[in-house]
């Protein structure tokens, strides 16, 4: 499955615990990412200090849905059973 652009669930609904310029303690889950764009695209994306764990998702449809918004939600609600 292709990232939906401009989305911007997965740098929304989950919490990261590695630094994030910016975020330097990383960012908690439901907070927004500084490095999202008001487009919701990552300011970060293919430089060398995007944190490794963005690098790491992978979009699927079990995770992303078919829509952003059930990716928003998706991601919450893994994120409550894995906290």
Request: proline letters at 7%; hydrophobic letters at 35%; aromatic letters at 4%.
């Amino acid at each position: 499955m292709e990232c939906r652009l401009a989305c911007g669930a997965c740098c929304i609904a989950p919490s990261i615990s590695s630094p994030i310029p910016g975020m330097p303690k990383g960012k908690l889950p439901g907070e927004r990412c500084v490095q999202l764009s008001d487009d919701n695209l990552c300011k970060l994306f293919g430089q060398d200090n995007r944190p490794v764990v963005c690098g790491l998702f992978e979009a699927t449809a079990d995770v992303c849905g078919h829509s952003d918004k059930e990716a928003l939600w998706l991601i919450s609600a893994l994120e409550i059973e894995t906290s």
